[in-house]
C-alpha cells in the first residue's frame, strides 16, 4: 500500500518514533486507510495514467521496492491475495514505464515511414500523368514533322529563284541594320517636334524679332513667359524651349564655334538669330567678341572691314554689294550714316531683268550673295527706335560662361599646350566627322527616297548604300574614338576650372566702372593680355592646387595693381571692396541682399517702433529696424533696446569698427555682416571698417595702390598703344613727363607737345605721322577740349600697328574724363591718374618743390627775406588749406573750387614785388590780390568770397611776423623762423600726417561730416556699377527675399495710399481771395499751385510704374529710372524734375512731403498758422516778400527800403500771431548750436552734427531802423548741399536769405567753422 500511495502521490502522515528517539517518523498506514476505505480505489487504480507517471516516483519504485527481496507477489500472496494483487500492480505499472520508454520512438517513426510513403506515391502518379502527355505532345509532333519534310521538298524548289534577292537583301540590311534603333528614336523625336512645331517656332520667331538685344537672364525671363503662354492657350510647344535644339545646326554652330563665337547657349543664340533674321545685324560688342568671330567666319569670303570714317566707306560698300562679298561695318555709335538706310530696309527693285539698288545717288547691281554686319563699341547705347527698326539689335556681351570658357582654353594653352592643341585638333576632328556623317546619311535617305519600285531590284542602289554605310561607320568608329580622348582631355581641363571662373568674376567686376567714370573702360583683350602674362610671370609648381592658388593671388594683384593705376584716389577702395565682395558671392559668402542693404539702409518709409535712446539718431534707429527685419539680423532690434549702454558704447568709439559687439552679436555675425551694424550706427566709419575688411580677406596689399609710377607705365606700352593721363583738377603731368624724357633720351627736339583746341587737328596729324615714322613722342595735351576731333583720333590710333610703326614712338594724350573720348583708344590704352598729393604736409611740400620758390635767387632775394618768407609760408598754408578745406564737403565750399599752382605762383610773384617796392608791408594790397583776384576770380559763391577772404587774413596780416604767432589752438602749426630754403622743408615735413579740423578753423565734428560724405561717395558709386535691378531677378535688401517688381508695387501702393487728392485752388481762391493788405493769401494759392504739381507727378509715375510692371504700358526710361530710384531708396529724378530741393532718401522724402501738403491743408482749413513752418513752403523766398509786403503796405513803406530784424524766442506754443514780422519754426544750424540759456551761437556738442534752432521772429523794419548788436550773418539754405543754381524768378534754388544771429564770439570764428542754417536735413 505504502508503493500504491507512492504511485498515487498521496503523502505519509509524520507520526512519532515508536522506538522512543523523540523524532517523528513518516508512516504510510494513514494514508494507507484513507485509500482503501476510498469506493472508487479498484476503477481509480484501472484508470491510472500510466503513461505519464514522473522519472522521480518511478525511480522511488524501482530503488525501494522493486529491488526488495520482500517485495514479490509470491511472498506477498502468503499475507494477504489483495495484496499480492497489489503488489502485482506495482511492478506491472513499473515493468509498462520500463517498455514504453522503448516502443514510443518506434511507434512515432513508423508514423512518420507510412507519411513518406503516402506522399512519394502522390509524386510518382502525377509523373506518370506528365509523361503520358509528353507522349502525346510527342506523337503530334511526329506528325507535323513528317508534313514539314514534305513542305522543305516544295520550298527547295524556289531557293534558287530568291538567291540574288537574298544577297542584296543581306547587304542592304547588313548596311542599314545597325540604324534601325537610331532611326527609330529619330523618329520618336520627330514626331514629338513635328507635334510642338507650332509652339516652338512661334517662341523661335519671338526670339529673332525681339530678344536679340536683351541680356541672357531676361531672355530666359521671358521664353518661360511665352511658353506658359502657350500652354495656356494649348499650343504645343516643349516644355523646356532651346533656340538651338529648334533653329540650330549643330554642324553650323561648331563651326561658328572654331571661328571664335563662345560656346555658351547665349552667344549660341545670336548666331542663330543672325542666320535667320531677316534684317542686317547691329552688335553690341563692347569686348569684340563678335567682331573677332565674324572676320574669323567670313575670312575665307574675303570680307571687308570699313568704318563710317573711312573716306572710300561708300565705295567699298557698293562694290561688295555688287559681287556678293560681305562687309563689316565697325564701331558704329548711335547714329547710322542716312546713305545706308536703302541698304538696311533691303529696297531692292527690279531694273533690265537683274536685282538692283540704289546707294545714295548710285544705282547698283544686288547680289544675293551679299551679307552685311554692323558692330558697336558702345557698352549700353541707346538707338532711337527708327534705328532699332532697321536692324536687329544684338547683345554681344560676354557672359560669364563664355568667358569661363574662354580663359580656361587660354590657361590650359600656357600651363598644358599640348592637351590644347590635341584638344583643338579634336575639335576640328570632330566637325569634320559630324559633317561627313551628316553628309552621308542625307545621301541614304535620298537613295532610300528616290528608289522606285522593289529596292532589292536596283543593283546602283544597293552599292551606294553599302559604300556609304562602311565610310559611316568607319566615320563612327572614329568619333567615338575622338569623344572618348577628348572627354579625358576635357577631365584634364576642369582641374584649372577655378582659375577660370575666379579670373571671369574679376573682369565682371572692372565691366562696370565706366558707370562711375566714362575714362574707367578696359578690353576684353587687355584683360586676357595681363592673364596671359600672369600664367607666363607667376611662380610654378608641380601641385596643381598650389600652382591656381599662386596663379589666382598673382593675376589678382596684378590686376589690382594695373585698374590702381587708372583710378582716382577716391574709387581705389571702392574697386578693392568690389573684387572682395563679387568674389565671396560666388562663394555664398555674402549674401547679396545684405549687400544691398549696405549700399542703401534699406527701403522703408514708416517706422513703427519708437527710437528708445536719446543719442541715437533717428536715421540710425530706421536702418536698425530695416536690418532687423533680415536673417540673421533678427532680434537685434529688441537687444539694441534693452542693451542700450553697451550699444552706446560702440556709438561713442572713435574706432567702432574694431568694438566686440554686445548680446552676443559678435559671435553671431561675421565680418561683412558687422559692417552692416556699422553702417546703422557709424556711417562715418565705414571707410576704416570697409578697410579691415578687405585687408581680412584677401591682404593688407589691396588697400595699398601702387604709387604713381612712370617708367612702369612705359614698359607696359608699345609703340601702337597710346598712354593716357586722366587729369584731375590741380594736377598736371606735363613736369613729370617732361623730367622722364629727359631721362629716356627723348628731350628737346624728340618731344613735341601741342595742347588740342579748335583748328589743332592737321598740327596734330603731322606731329604724329612724324613721330611715328622718326620715333619721337608726341604729347597730345587737353583731348577733351577737342571733342569734334576725336574721331580722327580714334581712327589714327587704330592704324598705328608694330608693322608700319618706329618701335621708339609713343602718343602720350592727357585728358579729363569725357564721355567724347574714343573707347577704343581707352580700352587698349595704358591709363594712369595722378592726383595732387593729398594732405596740408603733402601740399605744402608741393608748393616749396614748385617754380619760382624752389629757385634759391628768388627764394633767398627779397628785400625783406626775413618777411617775406614768413608771409611765403603764410602763403602756402593758405594754398594747401584752401584745397583740403574741399574735402569737408559744403560746410568748407559751397563749392568745390579748383584752385591750382598757378594761382599760388602769381601770388607769390605779386608778394616778391610788393615786399621789394614798398616800405611798408602793403597788407591791404597784398590781400585783395590774392584774395579778391588770384584765388577770388574762381570763387563764384559770395559766402565762398567771404571764407576765401577770412582764411587769406590768417595768415597775411601782421601777426604773422611774431614768433609766438600760431595758426590753430593746438600750437603746432606756425610760420616757422628765418632760416634757409631746407629747413622750411624739414619743418613742413615733420608736421602730423592727420591734421586736425581746427587748422581750417573747424570743430572737431567736422571730421564726422566729411567721413560721412566719404561713405556716401563710396557707397553712390558702388550703386552705379550694379546692375540694374529689374524684375523677377531683383531682390531688394529689406523685402525678405521679395523680388524687385514685388518691392516697386509695394513700396508705390504704400505712398499712393497716403498721399491725399490735389488742392482744390479755385476753393482756396474763393475763401482766400487776393487781397492788398493780406499777401499770404497768395502767396498759400501759389504754394498750392506748385505742390499740385508735384503730387500730380509723383501719382502719375507710380501708378503708371504699377502699370508697367504689370506689363500695361511701355517701362519708358522715365519710368525705368523711377524703378530703380524706389529699389535704392532714392528720389527719383522725374519727382525732382518738379519738386523743391531735398537730399533725403525716399521714405523720409515722402514723410516731409506729406508734411508740406498737410502744414498747407490746416492752413486753409483752420487759417494762417501763428507760427509758420519755413521749411514747409516750396518757393520760400515767396512767403518772405508777402511778410514784407504786408508790413510795407500797412505802415506804406517803399518795400526797398526794408530788411528783416531777427529775434530768437523761447520754444513754446504762440497763441497769437506777432502783430508784425511773422513767428517762423523749423531751422537747423549747421556747424554751430544755439545756446538756449545765453541766447547766443555757441559750440557743436561732440557728435551732434546739427541743432534746432527755436522759433524766430522776423521783424521787417527799416534798413536805418535795425539796431546794430554783435552778431553773425549766416546763410538760410534749403538743404545742406549748400550750392544752388540761379533759377528763372532772379534766385537761387538753394540759397534763402542771411539771418543775422547773435553771436559773443567775432564773426570770422563761425565764418572758418562754416556755420549756416538748413531748412531741412539729409535724414
Known amino acids: ?480 574614338i575622338a569623344e572618348e580622348t577628348e572627354k579625358m582631355i576635357d577631365d584634364t581641363r576642369m582641374g584649372y576650372k577655378p582659375i577660370a571662373v575666379h579670373s571671369s568674376i574679376l573682369f565682371f567686376s572692372i565691366a562696370d566702372l565706366a558707370n562711375i567714370e566714362p575714362m574707367y573702360q578696359y578690353s576684353l583683350p587687355w584683360f586676357i593680355s595681363l592673364f596671359m602674362g600672369s600664367i607666363d610671370n607667376s611662380e610654378r609648381s608641380e601641385n596643381l592646387v598650389t600652382r591656381l592658388q599662386i596663379l589666382r593671388e598673382h593675376f589678382t594683384y596684378s590686376l589690382y595693381c594695373n585698374i590702381c593705376r587708372s583710378l582716382f584716389e577716391k574709387d581705389k577702395l571702392l574697386f578693392s571692396l568690389l573684387l572682395c565682395i563679387n568674389l565671396l558671392t560666388a562663394t555664398g559668402e555674402v549674401d547679396p541682399q545684405h549687400w544691398r542693404f549696405l549700399l542703401t539702409g534699406g527701403i522703408g518709409l514708416d517706422n513703427p517702433h519708437a527710437n528708445p535712446a536719446v543719442w541715437l539718431p533717428v536715421k540710425a534707429w530706421d536702418e536698425l529696424c530695416r536690418l532687423d527685419e533680415l536673417k540673421p539680423f533678427t532680434g537685434i532690434r529688441k537687444d539694441f533696446i534693452s542693451l542700450r549702454d553697451a550699444w552706446k558704447s560702440i556709438y561713442d568709439s572713435t574706432e567702432p569698427h574694431v568694438e566686440v559687439l554686445p548680446g552676443g552679436w559678435d559671435e553671431k555675425l561675421d565680418e561683412f555682416q558687422k559692417l552692416l551694424v556699422l553702417r546703422c550706427l557709424r556711417p562715418d566709419k565705414i571707410v576704416p571698417g570697409v578697410q579691415d575688411f578687405v585687408t581680412g580677406k584677401m591682404g593688407h596689399i589691396f588697400i595699398e595702390p601702387p604709387p604713381f609710377d612712370l617708367p612702369k607705365t612705359f614698359q607696359d606700352s608699345q609703340c601702337s598703344t597710346p598712354i593716357i593721363f586722366v587729369l584731375s583738377p590741380g594736377a598736371d603731368p606735363t613736369v613729370a613727363l617732361l623730367k622722364f624724357a629727359d631721362d629716356m633720351g627723348f628731350g628737346g627736339s624728340k618731344l613735341n607737345s601741342l595742347s588740342l583746341g579748335q583748328g589743332q587737328g592737321p598740327i596734330a596729324i603731322k606731329l604724329i605721322e612724324q613721330g611715328a615714322k622718326d620715333g619721337t613722342w608726341v604729347v597730345l595735351q587737353n583731348c577733351h577740349l577737342a571733342v569734334s576731333w576725336m574721331p580722327t583720333l580714334e581712327k589714327i590710333c587704330e592704324e598705328l600697328n608694330p608693322e608700319n610703326t618706329h618701335p621708339d614712338f609713343r602718343l602720350w594724350l592727357t585728358s579729363y574724363p569725357s564721355d567724347n573720348f574714343p573707347v577704343s583708344v581707352l580700352q587698349n590704352g595704358v591709363k594712369m591718374t595722378n592726383e595732387p598729393p593729398k594732405g596740408l604736409r603733402a601740399n605744402i611740400v608741393r608748393s616749396y618743390l614748385s617754380d619760382p620758390i624752389c629757385d634759391p635767387e628768388f627764394f633767398e632775394g627779397a628785400k625783406k627775406s626775413k618777411e617775406f618768407k614768413k608771409l611765403l609760408y603764410g602763403l602756402c598754408f593758405f594754398h594747401a588749406l584752401v584745397q583740403e578745406r574741399r574735402k569737408f564737403g559744403p560746410i568748407g565750399w559751397n563749392i568745390p573750387y579748383e584752385f591750382n599752382e598757378t594761382d599760388l605762383r602769381i601770388s607769390v610773384q605779386q608778394l616778391s614785388m610788393f615786399l621789394n617796392e614798398y616800405e611798408e608791408i602793403p597788407f591791404e594790397a597784398v590781400t585783395y590780390l590774392t584774395g579778391e583776384c588770384n584765388y577770388g576770380g574762381r570763387v563764384t559763391d559770395g559766402w565762398d568770397r567771404r571764407t576765401l577772404i577770412t582764411q587769406l587774413e590768417r595768415f597775411y596780416c601782421p601777426a604773422i611776423l611774431d614768433e609766438m604767432y600760431r595758426f590753430d589752438s593746438t600750437h603746432v602749426y606756425y610760420a616757422p623762423p628765418d632760416g634757409d630754403y631746407d629747413s622750411y622743408l624739414a619743418y613742413t615735413r615733420g608736421l602730423p600726417l592727420v591734421i586736425p579740423p581746427s587748422v581750417f578753423g573747424m570743430h572737431s565734428n567736422a571730421d564726422i561730416t566729411k567721413d560721412q560724405a566719404e561713405t556716401n561717395q563710396l557707397f553712390d558709386s558702388i550703386l552705379l556699377t550694379q546692375i540694374k535691378v529689374h524684375g523677377s531677378k531683383a531682390r531688394a535688401s529689406s523685402s525678405g527675399g521679395k523680388s524687385g517688381d514685388e518691392v516697386v508695387s509695394d513700396v508705390a501702393a504704400d505712398i499712393l495710399s497716403k498721399l491725399p487728392p490735389n488742392f482744390d485752388t479755385d476753393a482756396v481762391l474763393r475763401k482766400y481771395p487776393t487781397d492788398y493788405s493780406q499777401s499770404m493769401n497768395t ?137 508784425d514780422g511773422v513767428y517762423v519754426r523749423g531751422l537747423f544750424l549747421d556747424g554751430a548750436r544755439w545756446d538756449r540759456k545765453a541766447g547766443v551761437l555757441a559750440e557743436s556738442l561732440p557728435k551732434v552734427l546739427y541743432d534746432t534752432m527755436p522759433v524766430i521772429w522776423l521783424k521787417p523794419l527799416k534798413r536805418s531802423d535795425i539796431p546794430e548788436r554783435p552778431c553773425y550773418v549766416t546763410p538760410v539754405y534749403k538743404t ?34 562754416g556755420v549756416a542754417l538748413l531748412c531741412q536735413l539729409d535724414n
Request: aromatic share 8%.
Open 1 to 480: 500500500m505504502e508503493a500504491i500511495c507512492i504511485l498515487k502521490g498521496s503523502k505519509p502522515d509524520r507520526i512519532p518514533d515508536p522506538s522512543g528517539s523523540g523524532k517523528k517518523i513518516e508512516d504510510y498506514w494513514g494514508p494507507s486507510k484513507r485509500l482503501l476505505g476510498d469506493m472508487k480505489f479498484l476503477d481509480s487504480l484501472s484508470t491510472f495514467d500510466k503513461d505519464n507517471i514522473p522519472v522521480a516516483v518511478v525511480k522511488i519504485i524501482r530503488t525501494k521496492y522493486c529491488t526488495n527481496p520482500d517485495f514479490d507477489p509470491e511472498k506477498v500472496k502468503t499475507a494477504s491475495n489483495a495484496a499480492e494483487g497489489l503488489c502485482r500492480w506495482v511492478l506491472a505499472m513499473e515493468a509498462y514505464d520500463r517498455v514504453a520508454k522503448v516502443v514510443a520512438p518506434k511507434k512515432e517513426a513508423l508514423a512518420g515511414a507510412e507519411t513518406e510513403l503516402a506522399t512519394a506515391m502522390e509524386a510518382l502518379e502525377k509523373k506518370r500523368a506528365t509523361l503520358r502527355e509528353v507522349q502525346a505532345k510527342l506523337k503530334l509532333l511526329e506528325d507535323t514533322l513528317e508534313a514539314n519534310k514534305r513542305k522543305k521538298a516544295d520550298l527547295e524548289n524556289q531557293v534558287d529563284l530568291c538567291s540574288k534577292k537574298l544577297d542584296r537583301a543581306e547587304k542592304l540590311i547588313g548596311g542599314l541594320g545597325g540604324e534601325k534603333d537610331r532611326w527609330g528614336q529619330s523618329a520618336k523625336e520627330l514626331a514629338t517636334r513635328y507635334l510642338n512645331l507650332t509652339g516652338d517656332i512661334l517662341i523661335s520667331s519671338g526670339v529673332v524679332a525681339y530678344l536679340g538685344a536683351f541680356t541672357s537672364a531676361y531672355r530666359q525671363d521671358q521664353i518661360i513667359e511665352w511658353v506658359k503662354t502657350c500652354k495656356k492657350l494649348t499650343i504645343p510647344c516643349n516644355d523646356e524651349f532651346f533656340l538651338r535644339e529648334t533653329l540650330g545646326d549643330q554642324v553650323a554652330i561648331r563651326t561658328w564655334n572654331i571661328a571664335g563665337l563662345p560656346t555658351d547657349n547665349f552667344s549660341v543664340d545670336n548666331g542663330i538669330i543672325i542666320s535667320n533674321a531677316r534684317r542686317w545685324p547691329l552688335m553690341i560688342d563692347p569686348q569684340g567678341q563678335a567682331n573677332k568671330w565674324v572676320k574669323n567666319m567670313e575670312k575665307a569670303n574675303n570680307l571687308h572691314v570699313v568704318k563710317q570714317s573711312d573716306g572710300d566707306f561708300i565705295r567699298t560698300l557698293e562694290n561688295c554689294i555688287q559681287f556678293g562679298t560681305p562687309v563689316l561695318l565697325e564701331n558704329v555709335g548711335e547714329d547710322i550714316d542716312p546713305v545706308l538706310e536703302p541698304l538696311l530696309l533691303k529696297q531692292t527693285f527690279k531694273q533690265g531683268g537683274s536685282i538692283c539698288i540704289k546707294l545714295g545717288d548710285s544705282t547698283i547691281e544686288y547680289s544675293s550673295d551679299f551679307r552685311f554686319y554692323i558692330t558697336t563699341k558702345l557698352r549700353n547705347p541707346h538707338y532711337l527706335p527708327e534705328t532699332a527698326v532697321k536692324v536687329t539689335l544684338l547683345n554681344f556681351m560676354i557672359t560669364p560662361e563664355g568667358l569661363e570658357d574662354q580663359l580656361l582654353g587660354i590657361v590650359v594653352t600656357r600651363e598644358r599646350p599640348e592637351l590644347e592643341e590635341e584638344k583643338s585638333a579634336l575639335i576640328l576632328q570632330s566637325a569634320d566627322n559630324k559633317r561627313q556623317l551628316k553628309e552621308i546619311e542625307d545621301k541614304i535617305l535620298e537613295v532610300l527616297s528616290s528608289s522606285e519600285g522593289n529596292i532589292l531590284e536596283d543593283e546602283t542602289a544597293i552599292k551606294v548604300l553599302s559604300s556609304s554605310k562602311v565610310l559611316a561607320n568607319e566615320i563612327s568608329e572614329k568619333q567615338a
Open 1280 to 1313: 545742406s548741399e549748400r550750392r544752388g543754381t540761379l533759377s528763372t524768378t532772379g534766385h537761387s534754388t538753394n540759397f534763402v536769405l542771411s539771418m543775422k544771429v547773435p553771436s559773443d564770439k567775432p564773426p570770422e570764428h563761425w565764418v572758418c567753422r
Open 1083 to 1219: 502767396v498759400l494759392v501759389q504754394e498750392m499751385g506748385r505742390f499740385n504739381k508735384l503730387l500730380s507727378s509723383v501719382r502719375s509715375s507710380l501708378i503708371n510704374i504699377q502699370k508697367a510692371i504689370r506689363g500695361l504700358v511701355v517701362m519708358s526710361s522715365d519710368l525705368e529710372e523711377v524703378f530703380v530710384s524706389i529699389l535704392k531708396g532714392k528720389i527719383p529724378g522725374l519727382w525732382m524734375q518738379h519738386s523743391y530741393p531735398s537730399l533725403k532718401p525716399l521714405g523720409s522724402y515722402v514723410n516731409d512731403f506729406l508734411a508740406r501738403l498737410k502744414f498747407l491743408q490746416d492752413w486753409y482749413e483752420s487759417g494762417p498758422p501763428n507760427v509758420f513752418w519755413l521749411s514747409g513752403f516750396y518757393f520760400t523766398q515767396a512767403f518772405l516778400t508777402g511778410a514784407q509786403q504786408n508790413y510795407a503796405r500797412k505802415y506804406a513803406i517803399p518795400i526797398d527800403l526794408l530788411e528783416y530784424d531777427y529775434e530768437m524766442l523761447e520754444d513754446r506754443d504762440y497763441g497769437f500771431p506777432p502783430e
